[in-house]
């Protein structure tokens, strides 16, 4: 079976509002002060280069969902690519917080059984109603074929449902 790419997206710079702000207001100031001070413009960099730096970082964060796994790709100037199998996957959840909300954002969380990635989260993604449902129906679709089941212990050692784990 070949592994097919079902939806791949990035975070929205939305994330980024709080630091477009601050430097928005701190080039103004620096801009106020360099009326007073004109070598004070050359500060103005700092908060350019800083926003830049954090739009790149969100930019450069890339979400891809197969058929077989979730890929995540982060990284400004060295890119790192971590895989997550979906059968691995436990359970999802997904905050609206109202500043998302307002603009059809959400962010996914998942709590899965890999021991490098445990809880992984896709944030402020549009459409995120519908990637939640894809994969859930990966993940199960997965499970079937494996034939994969998750087997949670309780503290004092008992198990909870009828799951298990074969492969």
Known sequence: MSENVLWKGRPSQLLNLGTYLVGTLLIVGIGIG???FPPAWFAVIIPLVWMLWKFLTVRCRVYELTNERL???TGVLNQKIDELELYRVKDTTMDKPFT????????VH???SDRSHPKVELHAISNAVELRETL???VERLRDLKRVREVDFEEGGEMEGDDFHSE
């Open 110 to 112: 998942l709590d899965t």
């Open 71 to 73: 890929r995540l790709y």
């Open 100 to 107: 998302l909300r307002i603009f059809g954002l959400a962010t």
């Open 136 to 138: 859930r129906e990966q």
């Open 34 to 36: 360099g009326t007073f």
